[in-house]
């Protein structure tokens, strides 16, 4: 019997003319771990997608994909059904999106046992606490009953990686699983795969922009950068003597500390004192419910013009600390904006305010409406906060936004399917900065991209700042990125900020506080 699994040749996709994926071949042995490398929109995640039977509606493939023989290009659907998350399965990259919000993720891996692998109802559950207990998530008859809401980023996406291996798939393909996943986390489901690998034999195929991170466990790599392979090799040398330019641009890629700090005596602009966040999350049939403090007591203030750099990691407030500082989650304390306290204000009062107060959020594929077209989502704000407005002058205002985030104006009346991750975060952006905003949280807004595209989305937030006089909540568990962005750095562990201070003197002893 071949030790091949899976085998690749000439395959080609393409959208109405333009081919995505250019000639891809390559092999995947038994219990071999390939990486397939690339920015943002390379075709990378496409390629995958093609093996499952799962590209989008208007692309066309040809080429071969054979799994033990069988041919996967084109398959009928029955043949299909019968390998997708039986043999094959997929851990997609973004967690949130990928579990049904309706129900407990217990019963999403359940299901899954029950359809797929035929267990009996009984049998399917008490095997996904199993499975929910092997991919290190403590307490799992508690965590059977959580939705996907009630977890961090982190258990998400160890939900996800249960689900694709409950039923033992031979191949796992692991799209993009740690891109918004802080460094230490990132590391620990690093770990997971590969012992889930080892204990269950499987091979797996690794997507990623992350040369670094996961060429350290992969056997083998592949560099891909506009639809096609520039540089194929074993990981080890891929990393120590890449031949290629762009395999070095990926290795390298890394944002500039920032050189010039804004002012320290700029006038206050938010202050927030006491600020608590408390869930109450339900038990199982006989547990009682209980509660957890997601933001514990913070007090912090934010000057006019500067960056405070919110750090942790995932699962540590962040997150939810930012989306309180906006009032747009129930908080107890005082919060002072402009020095107005809006601890009383209610939701009609805070209205005329939020204008002034904008949220980027962390999944720029998450965050656009699919059903609306570029336009339409960037001038959404206007409809509420500017109404005399008439429809010609907000067109004009969202072609002055896309053009200050550095997207082409005439792309307005496309759809957020039709952009890469990079350009539909410079559309959320844009949708943030038509308003003429004065605060701005930052939830993340690079972590589902590759560096390069990172980078370059840095010196855009940057330059919009200086422009604007924007003052930026920045939540990153990236310290090259918060070197590069923030003015001071406040660092959160289980809801509360255990240190702060400038950002030159606080870099030094971050990773050793944020591993205690």
Known sequence: MSDILLALRDLRISFGGHEAVKGLSFDLARGETLALIGESGSGKSLAMLSVLGLLPEGAAATGSISFQGAELLHAPAKLLDAIRGRRIAMIFQEPMSALDPLFPVGRQIADILHLRAGLSRRAAKARSRELIELVGIDAPARRWHAYPHELSGGQCQRIAIAMAIACDPEILIADEPTTALDVTVAARILELLAELKSRLGMAMIFISHDLALVGKFADSVHVMR?????????????????????TRELLAALPPARKKRAAQDQPVLLEAEHITVTYRLRGGLFAGKHEIKAVDDVSLVLHQGRTLGLLGESGSGKSTLGR????????????????????????????????????????????????????EIVTEGLRIHAPHLSGKERDARAVEALGEVGLDPAARFRY???????????????????????????????????????????????????????????????????????????????????????????????SCLMSQ
Not at 239 to 245: C, I, K, M, N, V
């Open 226 to 246: 506009r639809g096609e392979i520039v540089e194929s090799g074993a990981a080890a040398q891929i990393l120590t003597s890449p031949a290629h330019d762009y």
């Open 416 to 510: 957020p399917a039709e952009f890469s991750g990079g350009q539909r975060q410079r559309i959320a952006i844009a949708r943030a900065m038509i308003l003429k905003p004065k605060l701005v949280v930052l939830d993340e807004p690079t972590s589902a991209l590759d560096r390069a595209i990172a980078v370059d989305l840095l010196k855009l937030l940057l330059a919009l700042q200086a422009a604007h006089d924007l003052t930026y909540v920045f939540i990153t568990h990236d310290l090259a990125i918060v070197r590069a962005m923030a003015d001071e750095i406040a660092v959160m562990k289980a809801g509360r900020i255990v240190a702060q201070g400038a950002t030159e003197t606080m870099l030094d002893g971050l």
């Open 324 to 375: 309180a500082l906006l009032k747009l989650v129930p908080a107890s304390g005082f919060i002072s904006f402009e020095g107005r306290d809006l601890s009383a204000f209610d939701r009609a009062a805070m209205r005329p305010l939020r204008r002034s107060l904008q949220l980027v959020f962390q999944n720029p594929y998450g965050a656009l409406s699919p059903r609306m077209n570029v336009c």
